[in-house]
């Protein structure tokens, strides 16, 4: 009889120890599954930061050839030219336009849309005009509009200006949207820029006083340059300065 109370004791102990066994896989079970969980969301992190991480080799890629290009483009500027003197190429002014060559300027963008915000408005507009577009945007800011009655333009900044380029010349793929009809789209331009184009259109004005008709302006690339022509029918242009 003592042999089996001793037995039977014995069998008890055993079978606390397993209930503690079992206690402890099931935390260790939990404890592996709560890192696997953590690893999970690490791996998801680390993947988002590797796309991240390649957009903006992308970005400098481009970046890194468009410098290269002035440069090849400024070393082979043509001898005796008074460089300091000839304004459309002074390194700041091409610097500017380099950099805002990356950009849009879009007016009536609504402002505090509560259906969305701004850089998924900017990205729906720019996949309208140009498929695959919003892929290369980098930001969207908002820049006060000269009319406070209006909204405040949305200026949206690519990683490529090839992508610009794309949207500006097919920008009247918004004119049959039913909600974005209203939208224009502008290129980023400098002060100069500006101030050439004003001056161009004092031009026309003055012309047309004097009965000349059809005259208009033209944007053409001229080099790494962007310049401005005054033509009409005739096409003449006002003389500038190539190489």
Known sequence: MEQLNTMSSSIGRIEAQQN????????????????????????????????????????????????NNITNKVS???????????SSYQIPEVIQRVNKSHNIIVLNAAENAAEMDDRSMACEIVEIIYRSASSFVISTTRVPSKNASRPSWMKIRFSNPEIVSNILRNKTAL???P????????????????????????????????????????????AFDRKLYLRYSKLFAIPTRQF
């Open 175 to 177: 004119q049959g949207h």
């Open 179 to 222: 909600q974005y009809q209203k939208i224009i789209i502008q290129d980023d331009k400098t002060k100069q820029q500006i101030d050439q184009l004003n001056s161009l259109r004092e031009q026309i004005r003055d012309r047309q006083e004097k009965g000349e008709n059809n005259l208009t302006i033209k944007i053409l690339a001229v």
């Open 76 to 86: 082979n500027f043509e001898p005796g030219t008074n460089f300091s003197n000839t």
């Open 20 to 67: 503690e066994l079992y206690t402890e896989v099931s935390k260790c079970t939990s404890a592996i599954n709560e890192h696997v969980k953590i690893l999970s969301e690490h791996h998801d992190i680390l993947e988002s930061c590797r796309k991240d991480i390649m957009k903006l080799r992308e970005a400098l890629s481009d970046l890194s050839k468009s410098l």
